[in-house]
């Protein structure tokens, strides 16, 4: 297991010393990819690689919580961030240690304390629509009002560093590359990549950077969030918790992560590939650098 205190790298990620009392993690590996034979449409065989989901079922203190279907590339830091995103811990701290077995397929979760009134705040679930179905436990919604973010002028992002972030992505070896049918969420300072997640669902990728985040102590504030998948309520919701002010998707944006974005002050980014993109909210943080307009073709008759 780590030890709090020394260097954990994970796979896409920046080295960086954990937090004063952050949890003890093993680093459980799994394969991400499973080799195939398929048949096409000519009537040839040939190998393709498919992505590895596989169940990871969550119990904390011995109670079993939730089951997660994940890629696996980083378990520990995805059951860490699941459980500061559903804010059944107030901190990471609060976290001794984190043992994922794959044999079993279960992740074990110890804590300093317990958790005080799990059974209320796992009472009431919200399950969100599309890959990978995420959960919502409780007053999620409510506990935004809490939610900070730097204002305009200490959070802003110029159309260039954007345009350096696309070609980042664009240039990333990824399991996606290879095989398809998973997201990509990536965190940027800058067009810096800091920490680069794949999984089955956009719900596990943010959740997994911001268990990066919590272990090693990174803030949000100067902070880009990127990810290939849409934009819902819930992926909003995630990146304001994790303090990050502005989001980047290939994707497009849903119209009440719209409404939840625009009432927290957040950037939105949507549609956004090669040099095109789309602002959706928060304009006001985004140093815009135009493009040129195109002439019209004309055509001339023979």
């Known amino acids: 297991m780590s030890q709090p205190g020394h260097d954990l790298r994970y796979e896409g990620g920046t080295s960086l010393p954990t937090v004063p009392g952050a949890p003890r993690l093993t680093q459980a590996r799994c394969e991400l990819l499973r080799e195939i034979q398929i048949l096409d449409e000519y009537g040839d065989r040939r190998s393709i ?8 079922t969550l119990f904390v203190d011995k109670r079993e919580l939730v089951t997660l279907m994940t890629l696996g ?25 984190v043992t994922v077995d ?3 397929g279960a992740a074990a979760v110890r804590t300093h304390a317990g958790i005080d009134d799990l059974e209320r705040k796992t009472a009431r679930r919200v399950v969100t629509t599309g890959c990978g179905q995420g959960t919502v436990f409780g007053d999620m919604m409510g506990l935004l009002d809490a939610v900070r973010l730097p204002d305009a002028q200490v959070a802003r992002i110029r159309q260039s560093t954007l345009h350096g972030m696309l070609e ?18 990536a965190l940027f300072r800058g067009a810096e990549m800091l920490t680069f997640v794949e999984d089955v669902g956009r719900h596990n990728a943010i959740d997994t950077i911001a268990g990066w985040m919590a272990v090693h102590g990174v803030g949000g504030a100067d902070k880009v969030f990127y990810t290939t998948g849409r934009l819902t309520s819930e992926m909003v919701m995630k ?4 303090g990050v002010p502005i989001i980047v998707s290939r994707n497009g944006v849903t119209a009440m992560g719209h409404e ?10 949507g549609r956004a590939a090669n040099r095109h993109f789309l602002c959706y909210t928060g304009f006001e943080r985004f140093d815009s650098e135009p493009e040129p307009q195109r002439a019209p073709v004309r055509l001339v008759a023979g």
């Not at 690689?49 to 990871?56: M, T």
């Not at 990146?239 to 994790?242: F, L």
């Not at 625009?262 to 980014?269: A, D, I, P, V, W």
């Open 49 to 56: 690689h498919l992505p590895a989901e596989r169940p990871l």
């Open 73 to 97: 590339s980083s378990p520990e830091l995805l059951v860490v961030g699941y459980l500061c995103n559903q804010r059944l811990v107030g901190s990471v701290t609060d976290i001794e240690s």
């Open 102 to 104: 794959w044999d079993v």
């Open 168 to 185: 980042v992505m664009r240039q990333r070896n990824s399991v996606h590359r290879k095989a398809g049918s998973v997201h990509g969420c």
């Open 239 to 242: 990146a304001a918790q994790m």
């Open 260 to 269: 939840m974005a625009s009432s927290l002050g957040m950037t939105l980014f």
